[in-house]
């Protein structure tokens, strides 16, 4: 199926959808979707984002920003994942609770607002990767046209250069209790240092990194096509400053480099299958 074809297909089971809330982060996924049924279902389309001390406050900026520029109708609502139990310890499975708390809130206001569906930004690449949450949304029903439509990432990307969507190339921008090693509670605290540290390192010149949160450590993880220009000592002083500011004592560099879902790579292989399995 071409590229094309994939893009009629996905317009079209949104029109059988009569009526959808999509929800929304700003990351190149979801917001592709929120444009593509905003221009589908007009006024039948509604993109909600969820705000949170997980979500980076220039993430959330940058969202409601791009939904102004493109005519999106947009819903703030709060999430507070952080005061249930099973997601601030932090184990294999906080996706799941994330994901719930979320579902849940976006039900009722499916509910509220009258329309047929709630549907998010999975694609079809998403299926392949130890994403957890994907079972909160196959529990709450939560449609996935992307993916229904056979879209990957790269094709989605594609799709939203060509429909000139400034976000077509932005960087991936999980959750903030995404760097944070599993194990180690997730608090506000913990979050603000994340948030702080990531800031400064942009402010620096960084596009795409992480920092994380290992305790008193920082780890930096550094796209490779951006490590060479970083890779000085004059840098790596200005890195370690900007870090420490934000509250850690300590700060290394993985020699890695950057890398999604890097703190999965200490989960056991059968957490990790056993999610790919069961979807």
């Known amino acids: 199926m071409t590229l094309t074809e994939k893009q009629r297909q996905l317009e079209s089971r949104l029109a059988e959808l009569g009526s959808v809330m999509i929800a929304y982060s700003g990351g190149t996924d979801s917001a592709y979707l929120a444009w593509c049924a905003n221009r589908v279902l007009g006024e039948r389309a509604l993109a909600v984002i969820a705000d949170s001390a997980s979500l980076a406050r220039s993430h959330y900026r940058d969202a409601l920003a791009f939904a102004a520029e493109q005519g999106i109708r947009l819903e703030t609502v709060r999430t507070e994942e952080l005061d249930k139990e099973a997601y601030a310890v932090n184990g294999a499975d906080r996706c799941f609770h994330c994901k719930d708390e979320l579902f849940t809130v976006l039900e009722a206001e499916r509910e509220r607002h009258g329309f047929a569906a709630v549907a998010y930004g999975l694609n079809v690449d998403d ?5 957890p949450g994907q ?21 989605i ?15 991936a921008s999980a959750c903030l209790s995404s ?6 509670r ?23 990194f992480r920092v994380r949160h290992h305790g008193e450590m920082a780890r930096i993880e550094i796209a490779e096509e951006e490590m060479a220009a970083v890779l000085t000592p004059e840098f790596f002083r200005k890195m370690s400053a900007a870090v420490r500011a934000a509250g850690f004592h300590y700060v290394a560099v993985d020699c890695d480099g950057y890398r999604s879902g890097s703190m999965n790579e200490l989960l056991p292989v059968a957490t990790l299958t056993g999610n790919v399995k069961s979807l």
């Open 127 to 131: 299926r392949q990767d130890f994403r």
């Open 186 to 208: 997730v608090t506000p605290e913990v979050l603000r240092m994340v948030e702080e540290a990531e800031d400064a390192l942009q402010a620096l010149g960084l596009r795409r």
């Open 135 to 155: 079972k909160a949304a196959e529990a709450h029903r939560v449609m996935a046209p992307l993916a229904d439509a056979g879209l990957g990432k790269a094709e």
């Open 179 to 184: 760097r944070i090693e599993y194990g180690r």
């Open 157 to 171: 990307r594609a799709l939203a250069r060509e429909a000139g969507l400034r976000i077509w190339d932005k960087p």
